[in-house]
């Protein structure tokens, strides 16, 4: 194998490495996220259970800290019926907010769990949208400055920039020029590339 060609694959397995050590961040974050708004939901539910749990109390229910739920035709003793069913309906209503605030939490949980991972595009088509978007060649600095102001979250470095945008050089979507010791980059435009039907007609001329 040539040298070039070893260095071009190993600088392609570097690449795809960096891309998938960003990938990995980004999910540790999103799981991240998404453990501390279910550790606020536990910590809501363990507030709401102990509200009604002073509640029962002070209503003088004594088996509600025992079942899940008021048992009819069980007497309280002291209780007169009509109490009772006070009781009742309090803690029924009180239980029922409670189910349709976890259930609402768990549907936004499970809503924010079934997002895509991997929302972020690839560095390479970053820099090829940057690049058809521009009238003059750039360097791998400018390209770097302008993606980090644009994407501050990313951790983007001049060579990473550099490495990246040769390998779409190499890939035929940006054009390489040389001026003394400083390269620049320009994005080939893929509609102007001709077809298969042209090059065939080409051919047969």
């Known amino acids: ?14 690449d795809k490495v960096r891309a998938d050590l960003e990938r990995n961040r980004s999910e540790q ?11 606020a939901q536990l910590a809501t539910l363990e507030s709401d259970h102990a509200l009604l749990e002073s509640m029962s109390a002070a209503l003088g229910d004594e ?13 309280t003793a002291g209780t007169t019926p009509a109490k009772k069913t006070t009781v009742t309906k309090t803690a029924a209503a009180a239980r029922k907010t409670a189910v349709t605030k976890t259930a609402a939490k768990k549907s936004a949980a499970k809503t924010a769990v079934q997002k895509p991972a991997d929302t972020v595009p690839p560095l390479t088509d970053l820099i090829h949208q940057h690049l058809s978007g521009q009238s003059e060649p750039r360097t791998a600095r ?17 060579n990473l920039v550099r490495t990246t945008t040769e390998r779409l050089v ?3 979507r940006v054009e390489r020029a040389k001026q003394g010791s400083t390269v620049y980059y320009t994005a080939i435009k893929t509609e102007t590339a001709p077809g298969p039907a042209e090059e065939t007609t080409a051919a047969a001329s």
Not at 5 to 11: I, P, Q, R, V, Y
Not at 29 to 39: G, N, S
């Open 1 to 14: 194998m040539p040298a070039q060609e070893n260095t071009t694959l190993k600088t392609e397995y570097a």
């Open 29 to 39: 974050e999103r799981i991240r996220a998404e453990i501390e708004t279910l550790q």
């Open 63 to 75: 088996t509600a800290a025992a079942v899940p739920a008021p048992r009819r035709g069980r007497k």
């Open 142 to 158: 400018e390209i770097a400055t302008a993606l980090a102001e644009t994407h501050p979250t990313r951790n983007i470095s001049d």
């Open 170 to 172: 190499a890939r035929s």
